[in-house]
């Protein structure tokens, strides 16, 4: 793998800078020389990540769901830095819950998050980089983005629909040298459960075999009764992205941690298997001229 020497500093520009994987990659880009947009919600929360690289930080409020505040942050970072050159969209939380019981508020607001949050952030920024003719978007997503798990419909709903605008997008920007990559982390050591987690109150008994274990043990991390440790090293994620950004030629997908790589060939395998399991019942859906044509 080639990776980039350029000594420039690039500005990269991070949604939900002030916890979990967007805190910690804010801070080793920092610390390995580049710039960064740090946004949150409450920017008192990234204020000590800006006190200490004051000439290369710039700490923006943005709110995703907002787009006045997207515009604002994305004209606050191209007026003191002149360019971005990697958007981070880090920004989301998940909603714990069976497709039943959450409400439609919530499923809405999950969406106006994760899904049309991003969305507007990286049409935001993309004008610039298609002037620059360069640019890096990274998308994170999750090994929910990929596998669908029971209790977590929506979050996966949400993830699956940042999987596909990115796959188009990369078809549709890379002859305009922007590069973009989809971050597919398993369960790595942050603050999610306790910070990013929202438990649906809806609860209907008949899933209580399904996903009640699962309900429990996040209430249970809530409650302070239970500490799940997670494998991942949020550090080591964010030297994986970096390393990733840094490369000639990026993944279009950058799965981390060895508990989603095995969640994602497992789905690999049984899609592969189903695939060629109704391969005929498939390919007989055409009309009876074009059958075994294209086999």
């Known amino acids: 793998m080639v990776i980039s020497s350029s000594i420039e500093r690039r500005v990269w520009f991070i949604t939900g800078s002030s916890k979990g994987l967007g805190r910690a990659l804010a801070k080793t880009v920092l610390e390995q020389g580049d710039t960064v947009v740090l946004t949150a919600r409450n920017p008192e929360l990234i204020q000590d990540l800006a006190a200490s690289f004051p000439e290369h930080t710039l700490a923006v409020q943005l709110d995703v769901t907002k787009p006045e505040e997207i515009q604002q942050a994305v004209k606050q970072a191209i007026t003191k830095f002149g360019r971005i050159d990697v958007l981070v969209n880090n920004a989301g939380y998940g909603i714990l819950g069976a497709i039943e019981e959450v409400s439609n508020e919530g499923?809405?607001?999950?969406?106006?998050?994760?899904?049309?949050?991003?969305?507007?952030?990286?049409?935001?920024?993309?004008?610039?980089?298609?002037?620059q003719r360069s640019g890096h978007i990274v998308n994170i997503s999750s090994v929910g983005g990929f596998v669908g798990y029971a209790g977590t419909g929506i979050y996966n709903g949400t993830k699956f629909a940042i999987e596909g605008i990115s796959e188009a997008l990369a078809q549709e920007v890379t002859p305009l040298g922007i590069k973009i990559t989809i971050v597919e982390p398993g369960a790595f050591?942050?603050?999610?459960?306790?910070?990013?987690?929202?438990?649906?109150?809806?609860?209907?008994?008949?899933?209580?075999?399904?996903?009640?274990?699962?309900?429990?043990?996040?209430?249970?991390?809530?409650?302070?009764?239970?500490?799940?440790?997670?494998?991942?090293?949020?550090?080591?994620?964010?030297?994986?992205?970096?390393?990733?950004?840094?490369?000639?030629?990026?993944?279009?997908?950058?799965?981390?941690?060895?508990?989603?790589?095995?969640?994602?060939?497992?789905?690999?395998?049984?899609?592969?298997?189903?695939?060629?399991?109704?391969?005929?019942?498939?390919?007989?859906?055409?009309?009876?001229?074009?059958?075994?044509?294209?086999?």
């Open 189 to 295: 050591r942050t603050e999610f459960v306790t910070g990013s987690l929202v438990i649906a109150d809806n609860e209907i008994q008949d899933y209580e075999t399904v996903i009640g274990e699962m309900r429990q043990g996040a209430q249970d991390i809530l409650d302070n009764k239970l500490e799940f440790q997670e494998p991942g090293d949020p550090k080591k994620a964010a030297l994986a992205i970096i390393k990733a950004v840094n490369s000639n030629n990026p993944p279009l997908r950058l799965v981390l941690g060895e508990d989603a790589i095995s969640a994602i060939n497992a789905k690999l395998e049984s899609v592969k298997t189903e695939l060629d399991a109704w391969k005929e019942v498939s390919v007989n859906t055409a009309f009876d001229e074009l059958v075994g044509s294209s086999t």
């Open 107 to 131: 499923v809405r607001r999950q969406f106006e998050t994760n899904f049309f949050g991003v969305l507007e952030v990286l049409r935001n920024v993309l004008p610039y980089m298609r002037e």
